[in-house]
């Protein structure tokens, strides 16, 4: 049986152990994340305890047919979402982790190089991408459990409770995911999904399985459970 332990990556406190020189950029970038699922979150507070729109809390509304209050909700929910997480906010960070990576590149290489706007602007429509898709996701899960609180009929507070769940199981977990996530090559041999890869002073595990030399994406802070290792990971090989 594969002995597997369990190892978090962090950001370094010292300079020399932030090639990219994007920690405090992600940190930036990870807390107006943070922020903008609170501001929903808070949204969704007044939608259930102060306007009734699931109709738990003995007024008017709970006259209405449950797959109405629950199909207005939806709609509600999803158009509130997609404007809190969705559009190009996320941009301006990614290309500043652009130019800034591009930047340490060339330090370190000794060489100079053009900056590749199209590619900033490739990875900026990615990550609105992947915004795009945690909003889709939380929404489900919301409307999952908004479900749940109408049939069993629950007050509003408890019925509050379990439909935020999903902005503390999934969407916080997803949104740091999403910030700490460097696309570097993938080294000689390709690598597998979950893979941790050395390349340079950087050090990360691998989010996918890649051929050699094709682009993979790496998280550089989380915690992970890999298989324990008999030696150590070597400079630009995958452990």
């Known amino acids: 049986m594969a002995l597997i332990e369990t190892v978090e990556l962090a950001d370094a406190r010292r300079p020399s152990g932030d090639p990219t020189n994007t920690s405090a950029l992600r940190r930036t970038w990870r807390s ?10 808070a949204q969704v507070r007044l939608a259930i305890l102060e306007h009734d729109m699931l109709g738990l ?15 207005g909700f939806q709609e509600w929910l999803t158009q509130s979402t ?24 060339m330090r370190e290489t000794g060489k100079q190089a053009t900056l590749d706007h199209y590619a900033a602007e490739h990875l900026a ?65 390709g690598v597998k999904s979950g893979d941790g890869i050395v390349v340079g ?10 051929a050699e030399a ?13 298989p324990k290792a008999s030696g150590q990971i070597n400079e630009g090989a995958a452990g």
């Open 125 to 189: 429509q990615l990550a609105q991408a992947e915004f795009v898709g945690i909003a889709g996701a939380l929404v489900q899960q919301v409307i999952r459990a908004s479900v749940q609180a109408v049939t069993r009929k629950l007050r509003p507070h408890r019925a509050y409770s379990m439909i935020v769940r999903p902005f503390d199981k999934m969407a916080v977990h997803r949104v740091r995911t999403n910030v700490n996530v460097v696309t570097v090559t993938a080294p000689t041999g």
């Open 214 to 226: 094709a682009e993979v994406e790496i998280a550089i802070v989380g915690v992970f459970e890999l």
């Open 201 to 210: 002073a950087l050090f990360g595990i691998c989010a996918t399985d890649a």
């Open 57 to 71: 809390g003995g007024g008017l509304a709970m006259y209405t047919p449950a797959h109405a209050r629950l199909k």
């Open 82 to 105: 997609n404007g809190v997480l969705g559009g190009g906010w996320p941009t301006p960070y990614v290309v500043a982790a652009w130019q800034s990576g591009h930047a340490a590149a």
């Open 32 to 41: 107006v994340s943070e922020l903008r699922l609170r501001q929903l979150r």
